[in-house]
């Protein structure tokens, strides 16, 4: 390390640094794809292999091929539908019909074309629709396409009094695909201005604060080459999502090694006259703690491999491959160009040579916080642990929240189309469990007996009180109607379904059904999931009733999906947490050569972590966001304490220096008026980054923004600068057990050499 440290700031090593990242970045930005290439945001895409109903999704993009997505398209008119709402549906439906319509429409059900309007009216008559089936890939433009011209043409038909959406499951992609489009170029120009604005207010130097801003961009576009090829080949499914987080985690980390790199060399700038060697010094005092620091994020991220869900591991590579990228050029970029300009960095405020000016510790802020703390530990202590437990105190409000259109803004046309459904149907209508029934070879799901084997499966799950309804080939109109049988008796006596009512629900073999299951509250409620199960009990016994195996019969569908996700991530949450907590004890246990003072660490990591989910709860009900998404807690773990982490290492390895030639107390207290200002300005610059999440439309990531920000903005201010400095103040010697706590008599000339 020191002989890199040496080379990076040596006269002509630091230049071959500068050309070598420059080489680099060009070789990579001309031979690898780009993250938004490659990403992907359906939700079985996510799930673990295992999970039943990504094996029902498999299964239905197996046998349904030529399977479309049904778009809804919504008319509704407060106080009922007139006959002339009713027919401009019906023209809306005979255009999507004609060759007018977008080539990937491949069929228009309206309620003219089935039985007694079977359930595309709403009981009130307020409420009716057309369902728009719409092939291929939903990631591809003429996808979004074919969606948007349907909205064109509902546009001309919405008035005042007639509200015409379209949604649907068609609708609520390509309104993700189009919030998710916009969140690279959007999240890229927030973050960094706001980087830049917070830099220049901390240090009043245009120069110092460009210096991240220019390390961070090349490492960024590195990042996001190396990553998309990484998924490219391995294939690693990464979403909008993984891509947003990877640049505030980016920007956030890279500003914070920077500014640790930075600070102790204008420090160091007052002390050795010589750039080459103020840099050596600077990179043997911080190098450790940077090097650190950036392990913890790859241990984290390394854990998230061992994620069940998928959407967890895949942001573990990416992660790691951002940070390790930034960490390496934190050791070796940033020295070389700190190197390059000099004391020119802090313009106009350079650092002066002053050698034979002491380093005042208390005549600043920090200086007078620590005079503060020491003084009464023990207060400060109980003071602070009061208000962060009543803060955790918000968890009592905790409600989770597996909802995709929780994600969505409300004046999304998707989400306005489904809240008008919810409003005039079955609650559970707008999200049916989706059954999907696989007979044995030969037998084909129109024949007498696959009729009677589906009937018999879906009266099975009819019995069910939680359920409202079931469709299939067998009941294509539900339970209440008359049965596949009975119409086909009245249609041609062929003894088969009647042509059309089992459009969709039937694969291209013949031998497999799905049926819908219509459950009577809103799906995506914690109560509504605990049902899931009992639902698969019932396939598993029905299967062995009809003479199928238990694997002929999956459950999958939305809110199966959501259940699955609920479990693994519930699982993950009790595994990767603990092993992310104990990585990083590990790491501050090798960096201090303590065993006492990672686990005061750990507790006050776990301590803050619940203080800002109870506060942030407590926040985003007060902004009316009933639930938390259910991926806000685990990635808030990671990262607060990841990136938390950081000040801890800073803060307590300065404090380790210090107290090899000064007592504890006065080391303590040196160390953290030296460190209070780096602290500050990294954890303002961290949440800052963070918060740029809360100007997306995503609730997802406004919820992840604030709760890091507040959580980052808690560790700084309260954790790392009032309760680490009193428990260390309160064990004293203990703090290094089993390391001598003694520090040296002699006096050195150079502590910013010592390893």
Do not use: C
Request: hydrophobic share 50%; net charge negative; no cysteine.
């Amino acid at each position: 390390m020191r002989s890199l440290f040496a080379f990076s700031s040596s006269r002509i090593g630091r230049w071959v640094v500068l050309v070598g990242w420059l080489a680099v970045l060009g070789a990579v930005l001309a031979t690898t794809p780009k993250l938004a290439d490659v990403r992907q945001n359906e939700a079985t895409q996510f799930l673990p292999s295992s999970a039943e109903s990504t094996r029902a999704a498999e299964l239905a993009a197996d046998r349904f091929a030529s399977d479309s997505t049904p778009a809804i398209v919504v008319f509704h008119r407060d106080g009922g539908l007139t006959d002339a709402d009713r027919a401009a549906a019906e023209d809306f439906a005979a255009w999507a019909s004609s060759d007018q319509a977008p080539d990937l429409v491949s069929s228009v059900v309206s309620p003219s074309m089935v039985p007694q309007d079977a359930g595309l009216v709403s009981p009130d008559g307020s409420t009716l629709t057309v369902i728009v089936g719409i092939t291929g890939n939903p990631a591809d433009e003429s996808f979004t396409n074919a969606v948007e011209a349907l909205r064109d043409r509902t546009s001309q038909i919405d008035s005042a009094d007639l509200t015409v959406l379209t949604g649907g499951p068609a609708g609520l992609i390509v309104d993700f695909v189009s919030v998710f489009s916009q969140i690279d170029s959007f999240l890229l120009i927030v973050t960094v201005v706001l980087v830049l604005v917070l830099l220049i207010l901390i240090y009043r130097s245009p120069v110092v604060a460009l210096v991240p801003l220019f390390a961070v961009g090349i490492v960024f576009q590195m990042s996001d080459g190396v990553a998309a090829w990484i998924a490219d080949v391995f294939g690693l499914s990464v979403n909008g999502q993984a891509t947003g987080i990877m640049t505030v985690v980016l920007f956030g980390a890279g500003t914070d090694y920077t500014l640790f790199v930075s600070a102790r060399f204008k420090e160091e700038l007052t002390r050795v006259e010589d750039k080459e060697e103020a840099m050596r010094r600077t990179m043997a005092g911080v190098g450790g703690a940077v090097a650190s620091a950036g392990g913890t994020i790859l241990l984290a991220a390394a854990i998230l491999l061992l994620a069940e869900l998928r959407s967890y591991q895949s942001l573990g590579p990416v992660i790691a491959i951002a940070v390790a990228l930034m960490m390496l050029a934190a050791l070796t970029l940033i020295p070389a160009i700190l190197t390059i300009l000099g004391r020119w960095s802090y313009w106009p405020f350079r650092p002066r040579y002053r050698p034979d000016e002491p380093q005042a510790s208390e005549g600043v802020v920090y200086g007078h916080i620590a005079s503060f703390v020491l003084a009464r530990p023990a207060t400060v202590l109980v003071a602070t642990v009061v208000l962060l437990t009543a803060l955790i105190g918000g968890m009592l409000m905790w409600q989770p929240t597996y909802d995709r259109l929780e994600s969505l803004p409300s004046d999304t046309e998707s989400v306005k189309a489904f809240e008008l459904l919810r409003e005039g149907f079955p609650a559970g209508e707008v999200a049916p469990v989706e059954v999907y029934v696989q007979l044995p070879d030969g037998e084909q799901v129109t024949s007498p007996q696959g009729l009677e084997t589906v009937g018999r499966v879906t009266e099975a799950f009819g019995n069910r009180d939680v359920v409202a309804d079931v469709t299939s080939p067998a009941y294509p109109f539900g339970l209440q109607g008359p049965s596949a049988q009975q119409l086909a008796q009245q249609s041609d006596g062929s003894g088969g379904p009647p042509p059309g009512a089992n459009s969709g629900s039937i694969s291209e073999d013949g031998r497999v059904a799905r049926i819908e299951v219509v459950l009577g509250q809103n799906p995506y409620t914690s109560s509504a999931l605990d049902t899931i199960p009992d639902l698969r009990s019932v396939a598993d016994n029905v299967a062995n009733e009809v003479g199928l195996q238990p694997d002929d019969i999956l459950v999958g569908g939305g809110p199966a999906e959501a259940y699955d996700t609920r479990e693994a991530n519930n699982r993950d949450t009790l595994v990767i947490l603990p092993l992310v907590l104990l990585a990083i004890a590990i790491v501050l246990g090798l960096l201090l050569r303590s065993v006492v003072a990672p686990i005061y660490l750990a507790a006050t990591i776990v301590f803050t972590y619940f203080s800002t989910l109870g506060l942030s709860v407590l926040v985003f009900n007060a902004l009316g966001q009933d639930g938390v998404s259910s991926s806000v807690p685990f990635f808030l773990f990671v990262f607060l304490n990841a990136l938390g982490v950081d000040y801890n290492i800073y803060l307590m390895s300065r404090i380790r220096e210090e107290s090899r030639h000064r007592e504890l107390r006065d080391a303590t207290s040196h160390a953290l008026a030296s460190t209070g200002g780096v602290i500050t300005s990294a954890g303002l610059i961290l949440a800052g980054t963070f918060s740029a999440l809360m100007t997306l439309p995503l609730q997802d990531l406004f919820q992840l923004g604030f709760a890091v920000a507040a959580g980052v903005v808690i560790d700084t201010f309260i954790t790392r600068t009032l309760i680490v400095p009193s428990i260390v103040a309160l064990l004293g010697r203990w703090n290094w057990w089993p390391a001598n706590p003694q520090p040296e008599r002699r006096r050195r000339s150079d502590p910013a050499t010592a390893d």
